[in-house]
């Protein structure tokens, strides 16, 4: 083999190898978005879990679940305690904030107040 034969082998072989590394990359990020949508069905099968746990079925998974409703009752406690600062309240009905000043919900009409 000539030497211009070896540098022409040569040459191919880095062409070769940045398609390789292109090639890797691509495959690289579809495992990536393939990981991703394992995780967005477990977070599905976490949350329809937890759904059935609030519902009262019997779950292997209570502990977990318990954990997720003492976090929801503390992110409750702490929604409460900005509600309490910006002088808001939720609408009992509807769920949106309202002013503490308003006598009616202007999302839904609901009633507000004691
Ligand atoms: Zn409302």
Redesign the pocket.
Known sequence: MSFLDDVKKFGKNLTDKGKDIVEITKLNSQISSEKENIKGIYLKIGEQVYQEFKNGTESPYAELCGQIAEIEAKIQELSDKVLELKNALK?P????E?TKENAF?P????KLGE
Do not use: N, R
């Not at 009905?93 to 949106?96: L, V």
């Not at 999302?107 to 609901?110: N, P």
């Open positions: 609408c009905s509807c769920g949106a309202v919900c999302k839904c009409g609901t």
